[in-house]
C-alpha cells in the first residue's frame, strides 16, 4: 500500500518563501505530482518528479529523493492567492492501474500579509 | 491544454434517490478516467478507475452497485450514485487520462448533498 504523510496546515508571510515536506512509503514508485487546490475547485497540477533532483518552474520548485522516500514543494516570493491546500501523489506501478494517483491528505497554507 | 468537465457542478436530491454525474473530456481522447471523492478539509480518495468499454475497478471499500460507473465512450464516463444517502454527500471529482503513464486531468468537480 501507499503511506504518504504532509503536514496538515502551515502559515506563511506573503513575499516569503515556504517548503512542504510530503515522505511516502510505496512498493512500486512511479512518480511524485505535486497539485494545488483552492477550497471547492478541483486540484490543479504544479509539478511531476520521477527522477531524483529539482524540478524549477518558475516561483514553484519540487524536489525528490527516491532513496528517502521524500519530496518538497517550494513556494517563492508568496503572494495571498497561494494560499491553498497542496497535495501530494504518489503513482505506484504495482498498483492494478499504472497511472493510478495516491494522495496525501493534504497541506493547507495560509499567507498572511 | 486538457480540459475535463464535470455535470452538474452541484446537485442537491433526496435519499433514496440516484444521481448521475457526468465527466467529459473536451479536446482529447481519454482512455482512462478516474473518479474520486473528498470529504471536508480531507484529500482526495480514488473510488475507481474505467477504462473505455470495459468494467471499472473499484477500491477496497468502494461499493460497485452503489456507484455506478459507465465509460461508454473515449470522451465520456458518467458515475451514478444510486439511492443516495446523506453520508454520501461530497465533493465528487474526476480526472481524466491519454494513457497509461501520462498525466491526469482534473474536472472542476461536482457537489453532492443528500437531504
Known amino acids: 500500500g501507499q503511506n504518504i504523510d504532509q503536514p496538515t496546515e502551515m502559515t506563511a508571510t506573503e513575499g516569503a518563501i515556504v517548503q512542504i515536506n510530503c515522505t511516502y512509503q510505496?512498493?512500486?514508485?512511479?512518480?511524485l505530482f505535486w497539485y494545488q487546490q483552492h477550497a471547492g475547485e478541483a486540484p490543479t497540477f504544479l509539478s511531476y518528479n520521477v527522477l531524483d533532483g529539482l524540478e524549477e518552474k518558475g516561483r514553484f520548485s519540487s524536489f525528490l529523493s527516491r532513496s528517502k522516500g521524500y519530496s518538497y514543494l517550494l513556494l517563492k516570493e508568496l503572494q495571498m492567492k497561494d494560499s491553498a491546500s497542496y497535495l501530494c501523489a504518489v503513482r505506484d506501478r504495482e498498483q492494478t492501474g499504472a497511472n493510478n494517483l495516491f494522495f496525501g491528505t493534504g497541506t493547507r497554507l495560509t499567507v498572511i500579509p | 491544454g486538457a480540459v475535463v468537465s464535470q455535470h452538474p457542478s452541484w446537485v442537491i436530491c433526496k435519499s433514496g434517490t440516484s444521481v448521475k454525474i457526468e465527466c467529459r473530456s473536451l479536446d482529447f481522447q481519454a482512455t482512462t478516467m478516474f473518479w474520486y471523492r473528498q470529504f471536508p478539509k480531507q484529500s482526495l480518495m480514488l473510488m475507481a478507475t474505467s477504462n473505455e468499454g470495459s468494467k471499472a475497478t473499484y477500491e477496497q471499500g468502494v461499493e460497485k452497485d452503489k456507484f455506478l460507473i459507465n465509460h461508454a465512450s473515449l470522451t465520456l464516463s458518467t458515475l451514478t450514485v444510486t439511492s443516495a444517502h446523506p453520508e454520501d454527500s461530497s465533493f465528487y471529482i474526476c480526472s481524466a487520462s491519454s494513457g497509461e503513464g501520462l498525466e491526469q486531468y482534473f474536472g472542476p468537480g461536482t457537489r453532492l448533498t443528500v437531504t
Open positions: 510505496t512498493s512500486g514508485f512511479n512518480g
